[in-house]
């Protein structure tokens, strides 16, 4: 039997239905979520996901700026950039899209903007937060990763969760999420041994290691649940995941597409995140 396409267009259209509702509602109140995003360079796929944020909140209602910065900026510019975000009143979140050059030290950008409007969720204090269990901004795919499971009505709790990568956006924070929800949780990485043994007895499968379709059939348990973090450019031009969609599709009893999957769900958390950034500082909701 063919598994069960989780739809992630259809959850995030979903999803971002409810938070034009909320919307609405705070602008009553003459609150306007407010969200910055910045871009250093010109990296053609960057410019692209810094346009579909900036859409995303023009579609939704909220207030957003964008800062593209010259690819020779220095750091200290960007950071008197994040300093002045820090304190406008207007700006509930801040996002500086990732990578940066390499002259800019990624730690020290991301640890300059507020905790309060680390709407990435990458900010080691929003890290630490996640761990102990604290209230804060979750990273974005992470948190669209386990809205996806919540919201197809399966349940994580008790179940044996694999994460097949480690990586500080994706790997790490999902896996301290799934965790959160009382799975069973093992991270596998590059240097696992029997690494298609251990993702066999997986019951949610999740692939964030962004080599296209790295893994097929012989790493899934019949029925398990399959998360495709992946998003990688073939030579065709066509868009693959880190699964074998066809190999694993008789296999797997649910498993999201790419592109179609994870990827909408990422800008609507992060639309989320600025919504509850906007609500915390107006105090609305405690
Ligand atoms: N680049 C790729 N993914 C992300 C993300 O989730 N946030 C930011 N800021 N940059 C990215």
Known sequence: MSA???????????????????TAKLAEQGIIPGLAVVLVGNDPASSVYVGSKAKACEQLGFYSEVHRLEEQSSQEDLLSLIDQLNKQSNIHGILVQLPLPKHIEEKAVIDAISVHKDVDGFHPVSVGNLVIGD????????????????????????????????SNIVGKPVAMLLLREHATV???????????????????????????????????????????????RLPSGKLAGDVD????????????????GVGPMTITMLMLNTLKAAKQVNRIGE
Request: contains cysteine; hydrophobic residues 45%.
């Open 186 to 232: 093992t991270i596998c990485h590059s240097k696992t041994a029997n690494m298609e043994e251990i993702a066999k007895t997986a019951d949610i499968l999740v692939v964030a290691i962004g080599k296209p379709k790295a893994i097929g059939a012989s790493f899934v348990k019949p029925g398990a649940v399959v998360i495709d973090v992946g998003i990688n």
């Open 4 to 22: 069960q396409r989780i739809e992630g267009k259809q959850i995030s259209d979903a999803i971002r239905a409810e938070i034009a509702i909320e």
């Open 245 to 260: 969609y066809d190999d694993v599709l008789d296999t797997a009893g649910y498993i999201t597409p790419v592109p179609g």
């Open 135 to 166: 209230d804060s901004l979750l990273p974005c795919t992470p948190a669209g990763v386990i809205e996806m499971i919540k919201r197809t009505g399966i349940e994580i709790a008790g179940k044996h969760a694999v994460v097949i990568g480690r």
